[in-house]
């Protein structure tokens, strides 16, 4: 019977903590670094809940317009779905107006549905030539010949 006690004991002691574990709140910063480190390893599936987490509970949150951003971005570059990142993009135009980053949104926005041709078309009238345009003084490079 004491053994029982004993036993019974344990297992409630096991299931308040794992209770309490469970149900803590993760501040806005811990779901912020969380999503970025399952972000930087690869995982942009995962990172997207704690981002979503953080944007739904902390509405003041000195992440959250960074976080708009990345889930602006990690769904139209990684999960290829346009129209969540239209969502995050225009959220991120809306509310955050003034922020640095507010500028890639709406180039975001503009570029979502036009094919890459068009694309690099626009980007060329914007800014020209490429960044490292051939240098017409130096020399071609031949291939290289792989002797057998």
Known sequence: MVRNVCIFGIVIGLFISVFIVCGKKLTDKELFEQGMALYNQGKPNEAV???EDLVKTYSTSTYR???????GFINLNDLKDKAKAEK???MMVEQYPDCTLTTSAKFELEMLNKSQAEIDSIMFKRFGEAENPPNPELPAKKPAVIKK
């Open 49 to 51: 809940k704690p981002f």
């Open 65 to 71: 317009s960074n976080t708009v951003f990345l889930l």
């Open 88 to 90: 995050y993009y225009r």
